[in-house]
């Protein structure tokens, strides 16, 4: 048997997301050698009873079932796979210790983010729901808002630089933006193919008049930007967080937004979710949050399942996954190193 031919595999959905599994999944899984369980696990008894046979674990969202010591429930278990970028729900370091290789598919979400970020950007720049709520309480002027700041020829900070961040320098490329980015796992190279300058983080917060949020959240990253990065920031500067709540100090942002450290934010994330009714954020004009919604589109459920399918077949071909969060990891299963054949080196970064 080859490395290009599928090998048997069984496969533990543990987290639907309240999402009806396609019939098309587990039709084309069974085609290649793949047995598939769906069972939206709550507890480690869940895993034990529908998982503790599986080779493959896979969540299709943001449960939590693996973390604090759930993992250990299944022992068979020598990759994961979490649908979208986002891997805070996942041991990685536990599984890497184990051996276990950690996928998962960044690209299903970076249209619909990306998208929102730049939604975001320009919400809070031109003060869109704020004058929205003015025009229903019968304030009709244009002078309700104050004047707005441009984008064109301004300068955009992207904390991280992966598929997100990158469809974004796309999209924005008519405003001829000077684009900084900060992101220690890609390349001076791979930044300048895109047009971008490699900067630190504190040049990066200094020098820009928005800043975007597109890095994991980890260890390192938790309050990646604090008092100390906030202030530093422009007073007329707009951040703008899609990725992670966590990777800001939420109550130094507060404490920013209200003294006018920085002129305003748009938050599709926040630190506790959902907040409480009270929060103070809700308070502020100068903010617009959505709820957790940046990867949400019409078509975007359909690519995530496809992009799934394709990283829980590579690994029944025992390829290295396209996208692997922890390519230091010795597996337990031999994979295929071959890029030609899809799968990643194993010194391959991380990408969000």
């Known amino acids: 048997m080859t490395n290009d031919e599928p090998q048997h595999l069984k496969v533990a959905l543990i987290d639907l997301d309240g999402q009806p599994v396609p019939e098309w999944v587990p039709e084309g899984l069974r085609r290649e050698q793949i047995e598939l369980t769906a069972y939206d696990c709550k507890t480690r008894d869940d895993l034990v009873r529908h998982a503790a046979g599986a080779d493959v674990l896979w969540l299709f969202g943001g449960s939590r079932i693996l973390m604090d010591g759930n993992l250990a429930a299944v022992e068979r278990c020598w990759a994961i796979v979490r649908t979208g970028s986002g891997t805070d729900n996942v041991p990685v370091d536990e599984a890497t210790r184990r051996g276990i290789v950690v996928a998962n598919t960044p690209a299903a979400f970076s249209d619909a983010v990306s998208d929102h970020a730049i939604a975001l950007m320009f919400a809070v720049v031109r003060r869109i729901t704020a004058l929205d709520r003015a025009v229903r309480l019968g304030r009709w002027s244009q002078f309700e808002a104050g004047p707005s700041n441009a984008f064109m020829g301004r300068t955009l900070g992207l904390i991280g630089f992966g598929h997100i961040a990158r469809q974004l320098v796309r999209k924005l490329s008519g405003f001829e933006m000077r684009v900084l980015a900060f992101d220690p796992h890609v390349g ?87 907040p409480a009714v009270n929060h103070p954020l809700f308070q502020l004009e100068n903010v617009v949050l959505t709820p957790h919604v940046a990867g949400f589109s019409a078509d975007g459920v359909e690519l995530r399942w496809r992009l799934s399918f394709e990283t829980v077949t590579a690994l029944a071909r025992r390829q290295w996954p396209a996208s692997c969060v922890n390519p230091q990891v010795c597996p337990i299963q031999e994979l295929n190193r071959d890029t030609s054949r899809g799968g990643l080196p194993p010194q391959r970064k991380r990408e969000t």
């Open 188 to 274: 001076d190279d791979t930044l300048a193919l895109h047009g971008v300058e490699p900067v630190g983080l504190s040049a990066l917060v200094a020098a820009s008049d928005f800043v975007s949020l597109h890095c994991p959240l980890t260890r390192e990253t938790r309050h990646l930007l604090g008092e100390e990065e906030l202030r530093s920031m422009k007073r007329t500067a707009v951040l703008v967080n899609t990725s992670r709540g966590a990777i800001v100090d939420e109550r130094a942002l507060l404490r920013a937004l209200t003294d006018g450290w920085i002129a305003g934010a748009g938050l599709d994330v926040l630190e506790d979710e959902p």
